[in-house]
């Protein structure tokens, strides 16, 4: 069992739609968690951040946690052809590891006009 | 203020050679993380360096070293390199307390191995 997962895609979605990824994750010990993006070639952006059960909104996005389920999920609404790209989520575990982050294998999303 | 600035940017090399790649901090960070990033792949943690000491290894093999240096600069060397080392690496770094979970990546060296 990997300790991120992540769903390879690719993910289609109409311009205006809202686009939903999910993360789950294998160490209960975990208590950061992150949504980065990587355009192709690039390096990966943060963009997300949450560390509490729950939903936590930035702009178009919205991450959700929970623990409990051992997952967390991104939303995209108003998908744009700009967030095409692959959504990597990371977690980490500071107790055990520092801030090591543990990648999951990312999801790629296309925004088709 | 600059970013985590890395170099090169591109690199080829054959098998059996060895790389050195660079990497410099975000002002104020002292902390500084290697990744690894194969084609179609999320990025594998390498080691850390914080007070030019490595602080935590991952899964790779000894051939992968490096160092920091009192600036807080980091270097990755890898030993002959094989054909399966080609890949993205990807410096970032952190400050190690406070918001040192937050992590601020590089642009990447993109290392070929032929």
């Known amino acids: 069992q990997k300790e991120v997962e992540q769903n390879s895609g690719p993910l289609s979605v109409p311009e205006g739609a809202i686009a939903s990824l999910n993360c789950t994750y294998s160490?209960?010990?975990?208590?950061?968690f992150f949504w980065y993006r990587q355009y192709s070639g690039k390096s990966p952006e943060l963009i997300m951040s949450?560390?509490?059960?729950g939903d936590k909104e930035d702009g178009r996005f919205t991450a959700q946690l929970n623990k409990a389920s051992q997952y967390v999920s991104l939303l995209i609404r108003d998908s744009q052809p700009s967030d095409s790209a692959t959504y990597l989520c990371?977690?980490?575990?500071?107790?055990?590891?520092?801030?090591?982050?543990?990648f999951g294998g990312g999801t790629r999303v296309l925004v088709k006009p | 203020d600059a970013g985590v600035t890395q170099s090169p940017t591109h690199l080829i090399k054959t098998r059996g050679q060895q790389v050195t790649l660079r990497c410099s901090p975000k002002?104020?960070?002292?902390?500084v993380s290697w990744y690894q990033q194969a084609l179609g792949q999320g990025p594998q943690f390498i080691f850390q360096?914080?007070?030019?000491?490595?602080?935590q290894r991952g899964n790779f093999p000894d051939r992968f070293s490096g160092h920091q240096f009192p600036n807080y600069s980091s270097e990755l060397n890898v030993n002959a390199l094989l054909l399966g080392d080609s890949a993205l690496y990807l410096c970032?770094?952190?400050?190690?307390?406070?918001?040192?979970?937050?992590?601020?990546f590089g642009s990447g060296t993109q290392l070929s191995v032929l």
């Open positions: 970032a770094s952190s400050r190690i307390q406070g918001s040192g979970e937050k992590l601020f």
């Open positions: 160490d209960r010990g975990s208590q950061s």
């Open positions: 949450i560390y509490s059960n």
């Open positions: 990371a977690v980490t575990n500071l107790k055990a590891a520092g801030n090591k982050l543990t």
């Open positions: 002002s104020g960070h002292d902390t």
């Open positions: 360096y914080y007070e030019e000491e490595e602080r």
